[in-house]
């Protein structure tokens, strides 16, 4: 029987940002009574809250916005490889026990449990861990914390090497019940005209 994995977190008012990013708010526009027939809400928040797929445009000028972007890469076979407690940065040496016959789509598991308050101590990718991927037709990394660059980081190396390479990204993940192996990744982006990201609702399936 297949199984699904939901590997994004709640999106709340609660949900960790980064400081001075806009966090998730609704209001409700109409609710239902005998004079109105509908509940209806508003949202606003930054697209990078939650489980959320980064646009080209999010770290590149005159780059695809989310509703640019080609779909196939957030579709198909992806792999789940668990380096938990790995430290600041995934390195080659965290994945290369489950390099063999890589799909296209890469998820790393940096954490025990995915963390529900901001933490600017994640682990993020080490530039050169990108482009090993890369260079084994990996089309598509994620992993379950805010960024695949430190929360200090102003260069956004890794982010340049998604740009380079021409690699998407899955980021704010919760794998915290993921085994290692190999599964179908479902995480479509939204259609969002000139975004520099999308939120996703991320699954897993058992192939």
């Known amino acids: 029987m297949t199984r699904l994995w939901d590997i994004s977190p709640t999106v709340s008012p609660a949900s960790p940002i980064f400081p001075g990013d806009e966090p998730f708010s609704l209001r409700w526009t109409a609710r239902l009574s005998p004079e109105c027939p509908v509940n209806l809400s508003a949202i606003t928040m930054s697209p990078h809250v939650g489980a959320h797929a980064d646009a080209p445009l999010h770290y590149g000028n005159d780059q695809p916005s989310t509703a640019e972007v080609d ?25 290369q026990h489950a390099e063999a ?10 954490c025990e449990r995915a963390d529900e308050t901001w933490n600017p101590d994640f682990t993020a990718y080490a530039p050169e861990t990108v482009e090993w991927l890369a260079a084994r037709g990996v089309k598509l990394i994620g992993l379950d914390t805010p960024s695949v660059d430190p929360a200090t980081s102003k260069s956004l190396d890794s982010h340049q090497q998604l740009l380079r390479l021409n690699l998407r990204v899955l980021e704010n993940l919760v794998l915290d019940e993921v085994p290692e ?13 000139g975004a520099c990201a999308s939120p996703v609702r991320a699954v897993l399936r058992s192939l």
């Open 71 to 95: 779909l196939q890469a957030y579709l198909g076979p992806c792999r789940v490889i668990h380096a938990i407690g790995c430290g600041p940065l995934i390195k080659i040496e965290h994945l």
């Open 181 to 193: 192996g190999d599964f179908e990744l479902i995480a479509l982006p939204l259609k969002l005209a």
């Open 101 to 110: 016959n890589l799909p296209e789509r890469v998820l790393v598991r940096c």
